[in-house]
């Protein structure tokens, strides 16, 4: 018989055989021929890599740009920012206050003559074990607020005590605004109203078993208003009132503690303003930095992204230490963050006429620019900032608020310096989405670096589908090798027993 019909071999069943013929080790020399091909795609996964590291870090920027502007510009560029006020009270046991934007600088004295109080209502001496409906009907009685419009029918049972009247009108009280409570030290039942002032009464009616009158013996005393004078301490001062404790005079939200007399003091809060513009200036600082620093950051052209099988190969610090030198650069130059920049710079350092003709600025008022290698980066002088807030006030609000175009505010190199900067910011921030994209809850990335790595990830799959198909065909040809040779094996294994029987 025919050698090679005695051993047939199907290449299409021989699979990935390694060496049992030839003695070669198949699955490393594929590995190592597939690692060569495999070079153009790992250079495309880097540069996937490199594109992802420029996304990330300008959606890192675009992110602090939008708490400038929403957490510190849209305060900077409204009035009521520089309007803030405080007050202070020469007698807090007599009242405290606040100050609205619209309180005026000022002294004003204030004498309370009478505290705003609620109606109240109080028992006779009651045992808690007392059975006050000893009838056997319900008793009913209806509890109404004197201010309020409203009332509740009051329902006693049979046999209950006084803890059964103060749940049953507690029940009752998002309705009549009056509450009930049992001191128990004391055997008296007491009921106040939620509201003060004259209007604020505790009302019974319906009684027809007489059960207030002649059970609990409540003794009810109306409520007051608060009594006040203000400027004017003479006997013959306009008394004022108020149902409530807690009101606003003349822009101040004053809170009355007692009787006597205080002065309340108004002037700006300048350290609320203060504090404004300072956090303000912390934050473009912070971004201003951030940005100066990603353009200028050195780039290491000898340390690009890792692939995967060089991680494999490399410890988790080292793998941090390269791609800290692959990432630095990654902005470098780049022409949305450079706009955004000399955007910002610019407007920090406009001038501005104020309502007064005078021409104002960021520095006319104590902020001034660092050193030039600092990249634009504010300082504060404290008691130049105060003083112009104390002082010159509207020049302050003129140089942040200033709109000449209601239509298109802080489009207009005239406007004010915040206004101006909301401007900027938003323009910087569409800038940034149409290269790197939105914020998480983009529904679709269509911005410029999002297409490139859709095109990328493309080629990537297509080449991915070229080795699989390469790595496929390296296995055929190794598997047809290897059934050469054993044909050959067989042939020559045969020929050897024929010539050996012939010797023989």
Not at 208 to 234: H, M, P, R, Y
């Amino acid at each position: 018989m025919d050698p090679i019909s005695m051993q047939s071999y199907n290449t299409s069943n021989l699979l990935r055989v390694s060496g049992l013929a030839s003695g070669l080790d198949t699955e490393s020399m594929v590995k190592q021929l597939m690692q060569a091909a495999s070079i153009p795609l790992d250079k495309l996964s880097q540069q996937k890599q490199w594109l992802q590291w420029q996304q990330e870090d300008l959606k890192d920027i675009n992110t602090q740009l939008l708490a400038l502007r929403d957490n510190n510009l849209f305060k900077m560029k409204l009035q009521g920012t520089y309007l803030a006020k405080s007050v202070t009270s020469s007698n807090t046991a007599v009242a405290t206050a606040t100050a609205g934007s619209g309180a005026v600088n000022g002294t004003y004295t204030l004498t309370v003559k009478q505290l705003a109080s609620a109606a109240t209502a109080t028992s006779s001496v009651i045992s808690s074990t007392d059975n006050l409906n000893t009838t056997t009907q319900d008793i009913t009685f209806t509890l109404s607020n004197g201010e309020i419009n409203t009332s509740a029918t009051i329902r006693i049972k049979p046999g209950a005590t006084i803890n059964d009247v103060v749940t049953a009108i507690n029940d009752a009280t998002s309705t009549t605004h009056i509450s009930a409570t049992y001191d128990s030290n004391l055997g008296r039942l007491f009921l106040i109203s939620n509201t003060t002032g004259l209007k604020s009464q505790i009302n019974f009616s319906n009684d027809t078993s007489s059960f207030i009158t002649n059970t609990l013996k409540l003794s009810i005393i109306q409520g007051k208003d608060a009594q006040f004078t203000l400027n004017d301490t003479s006997t013959n001062a306009i008394v004022y009132s108020e149902n409530t404790n807690n009101f606003q005079l003349l822009g101040i939200n004053v809170n009355l503690i007692g009787t006597g007399t205080t002065t309340l003091s108004v002037q700006n809060d300048t350290d609320t303003i203060y504090n404004t513009i300072k956090s303000f200036v912390d934050s473009y600082n912070n971004i201003i930095t951030k940005i100066n620093t990603k353009l200028s950051e050195k780039r290491y052209y000898d340390y690009p992204p890792l692939t995967d099988a060089q991680k494999q190969a490399m410890k988790d610090n080292d793998i941090t230490l390269w791609e800290q030198k692959a990432r630095s650069g990654d902005l470098n130059g780049n022409d949305s963050l450079t706009s955004i920049y000399y955007s910002l710079r610019n407007v920090i350092s406009g001038t501005v006429t104020a309502s007064d003709g005078k021409s104002v600025t960021l520095s006319s008022i104590g902020i001034t620019t660092g050193q030039w290698y600092e990249g634009g980066k504010l300082y504060i002088d404290e008691t130049k900032l105060k003083d112009a807030i104390q002082n010159n006030p509207q020049e302050v609000i003129d140089l942040f608020t200033k709109v000449t175009d209601s239509t298109k505010p802080g489009a207009n190199s005239t406007d004010g310096i915040a206004s101006r900067l909301y401007y900027a910011v938003n323009k910087g921030i569409d800038l940034i989405t149409n290269e790197a994209g939105g914020g998480q809850y983009q529904l679709y990335d269509n911005s410029f670096i999002g297409q490139q790595i859709r095109e990328l990830d493309q080629r990537m799959a297509d080449m991915q589908d070229h080795l699989n198909t390469l790595e496929q065909q390296y296995y055929a040809q190794f598997t047809q090798l290897e059934t050469y040779i054993g044909q050959m094996n067989s042939q020559s294994q045969w020929l050897s027993r024929q010539l050996g029987g012939t010797s023989g």
